[in-house]
T-cell receptor, first 112, second 114 residues
Framework: DAGVIQSPRHEVTEMGQEVTLRCKPI?????LFWYRQTMMRGLELLIY????????DSGMPEDRFSAKMPNASFSTLKIQPSEPRDSAVYFC??????????FGSGTRLTVV | DQQVKQNSPSLSVQEGRISILNCDYT??????FLWYKKYPAEGPTFLIS?????DKNEDGRFTVFLNKSAKHLSLHIVPSQPGDSAVYFC?????????????FGTGTRLKVLA
C-alpha cells in the first residue's frame, strides 16, 4: 500500500485566495483525520470522518475552513479566504476502527 | 486549553545514555496513550502505546510508563542513538467512551549527540 497520500506537498498562496488540500487515505480505512501542526499548539485536530461522515468538527478554527469526504478514497480541506495565520503544516491521517493512525507526509502551507 | 502537555520543547542527550520524555494530561477520561515520532518533512509515525489498565509497556529500547494518579506518562529510550533524533509527540484518547480522536501535545525535540 502507498500509505496516506497528500497533495500538494507545498503550497504558497496570497492572502485572500482559496486553498484546497487533498488526501487519499489507505484503502479499507474507515476513519480519516485532518490535523494542523504549529509550534504553539503542536498537532491540533481539525475534523474527523467515519465512513465518509463528519463526526467532530469542533477543531475547525473558523467558517473559513471546510472539509469534505465525498467517497472513501478522497478528502479535501479548503480554506477560503486564506490568511497568513493559516500558515502551518496540515496532516491527514487514516485508521481502521479508529486505532493506529497512519499519517501522510503533510502539506506545508504558506500564506503571504 | 491543552489537554495534553509536553512542557519540555527540547532535550539533548549523549549517545548511549537514557532519554526521558515527559507528558502530562488533564482529562481523566483518557484511557489510551501513544507516542509518535516525527522526522523533518515526514508525517508522524507510531512508536509505542499503553492502555490505562497497564502502568508499563516495553518495546525494545522504548518503554512507556503511565502514572494514572498523577496523570503523567513518560517515554524512556535506552540506549539513545543518533537516529532517535526527532520530534516526539505524546497523544491520548478516550476510546472506551466511543471517540477515537487522538489529542496530541506540542512535541519534544530530542537531539542525541554522537
Amino acid at each position: 500500500d502507498a500509505g496516506v497520500i497528500q497533495s500538494p506537498r507545498h503550497e504558497v498562496t496570497e492572502m485572500g485566495q482559496e486553498v484546497t488540500l487533498r488526501c487519499k487515505p489507505i484503502s479499507g480505512h474507515d476513519y480519516l483525520f485532518w490535523y494542523r501542526q504549529t509550534m504553539m499548539r503542536g498537532l491540533e485536530l481539525l475534523i474527523y470522518f467515519n465512513n465518509n461522515v463528519p463526526i467532530d468538527d469542533s477543531g475547525m478554527p473558523e467558517d473559513r475552513f471546510s472539509a469534505k469526504m465525498p467517497n472513501a478514497s478522497f478528502s479535501t480541506l479548503k480554506i477560503q479566504p486564506s490568511e497568513p495565520r493559516d500558515s502551518a503544516v496540515y496532516f491527514c491521517a487514516s485508521s481502521y476502527l479508529g486505532y493506529g493512525y497512519t499519517f501522510g507526509s503533510g502539506t506545508r502551507l504558506t500564506v503571504v | 486549553d491543552q489537554q495534553v502537555k509536553q512542557n519540555s520543547p527540547s532535550l539533548s542527550v549523549q549517545e548511549g545514555r537514557i532519554s526521558i520524555l515527559n507528558c502530562d494530561y488533564t482529562n481523566s477520561m483518557f484511557d489510551y496513550f501513544l507516542w509518535y515520532k516525527k522526522y523533518p518533512a515526514e508525517g508522524p509515525t507510531f512508536l509505542i502505546s499503553i492502555s490505562s489498565i497497564k502502568d508499563k509497556n516495553e518495546d525494545g529500547r522504548f518503554t512507556v510508563f503511565l502514572n494514572k494518579s498523577a496523570k503523567h506518562l513518560s517515554l524512556h529510550i535506552v540506549p539513545s542513538q543518533p537516529g532517535d533524533s526527532a520530534v516526539y509527540f505524546c497523544a491520548a484518547s478516550a476510546g472506551t467512551s466511543g471517540t477515537y480522536k487522538y489529542i496530541f501535545g506540542t512535541g519534544t525535540r530530542l537531539k542525541v549527540l554522537a
